[in-house]
């Protein structure tokens, strides 16, 4: 889990979004590490903030760079634990199968808005 303080908080969202059977793993690796998994995944050349990987019905990984997200929360209004749940929740909304657009929006704002990062 990302922290310790956050561990209970990302648990009952996961719950919520994925249910209590999803098996959420989530890891932090290094911006190269982040560019190598974007690059083969995504044919994308760059580190990234998070990327989501469903890996079976009921079970997904998170993967997450911190120093990317801590350098785009540098430039944000929020902190990088905020950004850092955001992102999570935006991470399980991708393996819970939504796309980018006003319905996941919405659900990211929802969820948010039930916890205080």
């Excluded at 902190?79 to 319905?103: A, D, N, R, S």
Aim: contains cysteine; aromatic residues 8%; charged residues 35%.
């Amino acid at each position: 889990m990302p922290s310790e303080v956050n561990a209970s908080k990302i648990r009952n969202i996961k719950n919520d979004i994925l249910g209590k059977d999803y098996s959420l793993s989530i890891a932090y690796v290094t911006e190269k590490k982040s560019r190598e998994i974007n690059k083969k995944y995504r044919k994308k050349d760059k580190a990234t903030n998070i990327l989501s990987f469903p890996l079976h019905k009921n079970e997904g990984e998170l993967v997450l760079c911190k120093a990317v997200i801590k350098r785009e929360a540098n430039n944000s209004s929020r902190t990088f634990k905020e950004w850092q749940g955001f992102l999570v929740i935006h991470g399980m909304l991708h393996l819970k199968g939504l796309k980018h657009g006003k319905k996941m929006e919405k659900l990211e704002e929802k969820y948010l808005s039930r916890t205080k990062f």
